[in-house]
């Protein structure tokens, strides 16, 4: 099809062939543009020009595809849908143009144009959402427009060679999809969705270990004049110690934590989340290290401060935010093997140490500060910041955040580093700076 709409139109040297191959005899002629910039600023070689008799298409306007059923279209997701004709008697089997009308325009789903033929009164046709919410479409709803096309008018196919994909929804991965902002326009939320799909792998899956970045390795310092510290387990209830193994087992199969025959052990146990759930209580695995904390050495390394962070975001003046929150960021975090055994804890199961850098041991979260600065050294202050597994990015356009986005997965992977998807959200007006 040529577009009567634009300047010139323009085909690749390989249609030529095309052209020949259904009877259309072409010559090219010298141009006296020698460049071509496109709709989308690209500049494009001129070969020459080609002359083409075209015949037009008749299309009949009268006809529109209502869906016959109510239809839900699942996030991330493609269905084909059978919809019937509106407004017209059509012939079986008549051929037609199908795309997407002005109504499921405002709904946000993509349709593809495409020839279609009549069967039974109805029409096959696809439709994809993008989104990371279900849409809904009522019975008798406005879907697709259907314009018919003469038998006399002639079509042929153009066959692709070497195609590659470079976006579209993403169903390799089975991700619990990020919270991203309801106040973007379509074509933003659809570069969005597109950013978080190619950059999948920087978040935690069901199926994926932590992430782990083992260029730094955390040392733990304590003077010599420091004896090990060795305490009782505390007691814990039938119904701890059952949890306490499953919390064993797990870090051990993630390889956070291994077997110990360090002098020093700490106790551990287990404090009961807040939850509104009276039946379950969900527990929080933790060591006790308040006398192992008095031996070692301080870590003066900075933390970032409200004020910091204020003023930073304030000389910006940015209009878009996005939270990142990596998934369990200590643990993605390595201890230098000599310091591992200042970590141990014991219980009834018996001695363990930490591979991976613990909550609760002092530094810890001087030294996780240090790890991320060093991971997006660079960036900080410019367009993100960091508070410890928290980061936040701020741009002053969409495009620019886009961009910073994509500079921040892109060194969050070459650090082994994983997202919660969950726990991120994205393209917001307005977010809650930490609580610092």
Same mark, same amino acid.
């Given at each position: 099809?040529?577009?009567?709409?634009?300047?010139?139109?323009?085909?690749?040297?390989?249609?030529?062939?095309?052209?020949?191959?259904?009877?259309?005899?072409?010559?090219? !002629?010298?141009?006296?543009?020698?460049?071509?910039?496109?709709?989308?600023?690209?500049? *494009?070689?001129?070969?020459?020009?080609?002359?083409?008799?075209? !015949?037009?298409?008749?299309?009949?306007?009268?006809?529109?595809?209502?869906?016959?059923?109510?239809?839900?279209?699942?996030?991330?997701?493609? *269905?084909?849908?059978?919809?019937? $004709?509106?407004?017209?008697?059509?012939?079986?089997?008549?051929?037609?143009?199908?795309?997407?009308?002005?109504?499921?325009?405002? +709904?946000?789903?993509?349709?593809?144009?495409?020839?279609?033929?009549?069967?039974? #009164?109805?029409?096959? &046709?696809?439709?994809?959402?993008?989104?990371?919410?279900?849409?809904?479409?009522?019975?008798?709803?406005?879907?697709?427009?259907?314009?018919?096309?003469?038998?006399? @008018?002639?079509?042929?196919?153009? !066959?692709?060679?070497?195609?590659?994909?470079?976006?579209?929804?993403?169903?390799?991965?089975?991700?619990?999809?990020?919270?991203?902002?309801?106040?973007?326009?379509?074509?933003? +939320?659809?570069?969005?969705?597109?950013?978080?799909?190619? %950059?999948?792998?920087?978040? *935690?899956?069901?199926?994926?270990?932590?992430?782990?970045?083992?260029?730094?390795?955390?040392?733990?310092?304590?003077?010599?004049?420091?004896?090990?510290?060795?305490?009782?387990?505390?007691?814990?209830?039938?119904?701890?110690?059952?949890?306490?193994?499953?919390?064993?087992?797990?870090?051990?199969?993630?390889?956070?934590?291994?077997?110990?025959?360090?002098?020093?052990?700490?106790?551990?146990?287990?404090?009961?989340?807040?939850?509104?759930?009276?039946?379950?209580?969900?527990?929080?695995? *933790?060591? @006790?290290?308040?006398?192992?904390?008095?031996? $070692?050495?301080?870590?003066?390394?900075?933390?970032?401060?409200?004020?910091?962070?204020?003023?930073?975001?304030?000389?910006?003046?940015?209009?878009?935010?996005?939270?990142?929150?990596? !998934?369990?960021?200590?643990?993605?975090?390595?201890? &230098?093997?000599?310091?591992?055994?200042?970590?141990?804890? +014991?219980?009834?199961? #018996?001695?363990?140490?930490?591979?991976?850098?613990?909550? #609760?041991?002092?530094?810890?979260?001087?030294?996780?500060?240090?790890?991320?600065?060093?991971?997006?050294?660079?960036?900080?202050?410019?367009?993100?910041?960091?508070?410890?597994?928290?980061?936040?990015?701020?741009?002053?356009?969409?495009?620019? %955040?886009?961009?910073?986005?994509?500079?921040?997965?892109?060194?969050?992977?070459?650090?082994?580093?994983?997202?919660?998807?969950?726990?991120?959200?994205?393209?917001?007006?307005?977010?809650?700076?930490?609580?610092?």
């Amino acid at each position: 099809m040529i577009d009567t709409g634009a300047d010139i139109s323009v085909a690749n040297l390989s249609m030529l062939s095309k052209l020949d191959s259904v009877g259309i005899n072409v010559v090219v !002629k010298p141009s006296d543009k020698k460049v071509i910039i496109t709709a989308n600023d690209e500049h *494009v070689e001129s070969v020459g020009t080609i002359n083409v008799d075209l !015949k037009k298409i008749s299309f009949d306007p009268r006809c529109v595809l209502i869906a016959k059923s109510d239809i839900t279209v699942p996030p991330k997701s493609e *269905v084909v849908i059978a919809a019937k $004709i509106k407004g017209a008697q059509l012939p079986e089997n008549v051929l037609g143009l199908a795309s997407k009308s002005l109504s499921l325009a405002s +709904r946000v789903l993509l349709a593809a144009n495409s020839i279609a033929h009549v069967s039974n #009164g109805t029409v096959m &046709h696809g439709l994809c959402n993008i989104f990371d919410k279900p849409i809904k479409i009522k019975k008798n709803s406005n879907v697709v427009k259907f314009v018919c096309i003469s038998r006399d @008018d002639k079509l042929f196919d153009i !066959k692709l060679e070497n195609t590659q994909q470079v976006g579209g929804v993403n169903n390799k991965r089975d991700i619990d999809l990020p919270d991203v902002s309801r106040d973007l326009k379509v074509k933003e +939320r659809g570069q969005l969705n597109e950013l978080l799909s190619k %950059h999948s792998d920087v978040f *935690v899956n069901k199926e994926d270990k932590l992430g782990q970045y083992d260029v730094i390795e955390h040392e733990i310092h304590i003077p010599d004049t420091c004896k090990p510290i060795r305490q009782r387990p505390y007691k814990l209830g039938a119904k701890q110690k059952e949890v306490l193994e499953n919390v064993v087992s797990d870090m051990l199969k993630d390889g956070i934590i291994e077997p110990s025959t360090s002098p020093w052990a700490a106790p551990c146990l287990l404090v009961a989340k807040k939850s509104n759930n009276t039946t379950n209580t969900d527990y929080r695995f *933790v060591v @006790d290290y308040r006398r192992v904390n008095e031996c $070692i050495e301080l870590n003066a390394h900075p933390l970032l401060t409200t004020e910091d962070a204020l003023e930073s975001v304030g000389a910006k003046q940015p209009t878009y935010f996005s939270a990142l929150d990596l !998934k369990s960021g200590f643990y993605q975090s390595s201890i &230098h093997p000599k310091s591992r055994p200042y970590t141990a804890w +014991r219980c009834h199961l #018996g001695l363990f140490q930490f591979r991976r850098l613990p909550m #609760g041991l002092k530094n810890s979260p001087q030294m996780f500060q240090r790890l991320m600065e060093t991971v997006l050294h660079g960036l900080t202050f410019k367009f993100c910041l960091i508070y410890l597994d928290d980061i936040i990015v701020f741009s002053k356009t969409f495009e620019d %955040h886009v961009q910073h986005l994509t500079a921040v997965f892109e060194r969050l992977k070459n650090a082994g580093l994983k997202l919660h998807p969950k726990k991120c959200t994205f393209a917001k007006r307005q977010i809650n700076i930490w609580d610092i």
